[in-house]
């Protein structure tokens, strides 16, 4: 099963998790993720997860986390870096796992590198340009890493 399908399964078990818990903090959450999503996301890049978790080299994609029903987190198999999956959203970043407690310390660019944003940037824009490096679409077209 690849990571498209797990992170669809996920998802479904998840939104169905969170109407029969009525958990109403984890439903605004879910809700604002897929907020996010629609106001931003047609600035971000488009990215074929299956394609990236590959190039990623996560060979053991079964062993993902599902964060308090809102992200779905593969991990390296290190667990150096993370692609960490919204549920609300179709969209995924990728981070640095902080080794002590297993958060994410920072979200990286697909290259894994820091989000160089020019000093030219200011306030809106600034957090714009955050959010184009560091948040990808989930495309589902083959070559779009």
Not at 31 to 37: C, P, S, T, V
Not at 85 to 93: E, I, L, N, W
Not at 119 to 145: I, N
């Amino acid at each position: 099963m690849g990571a498209k399908a797990i992170y669809i399964d996920e998802r479904r078990k998840a939104i169905h998790q969170l109407i029969i818990s009525k958990d109403i903090d984890a439903i605004k959450g879910v809700l604002h993720d897929r907020n996010e999503y629609r106001q931003y996301a047609s600035g971000w890049r488009a990215v074929n997860l299956d394609e990236y978790v590959a190039q990623f080299g996560i060979t053991d994609i079964q062993a993902s986390k599902n964060n308090n029903l809102r992200k779905i987190t593969f991990f390296k198999d290190n667990r150096e870096y993370a692609i960490v999956t919204a549920v609300g959203g179709k969209y995924f970043r990728v981070g640095e796992v902080n080794p002590s407690d297993g958060s994410i310390r920072r979200y990286l660019t697909l290259d894994l590198k820091d989000p160089s944003i020019p000093g030219s940037f200011q306030r809106r824009a600034r957090k714009d340009e955050f959010l184009r490096l560091t948040h990808f679409r989930m495309s589902y077209k083959k070559g779009t890493v």
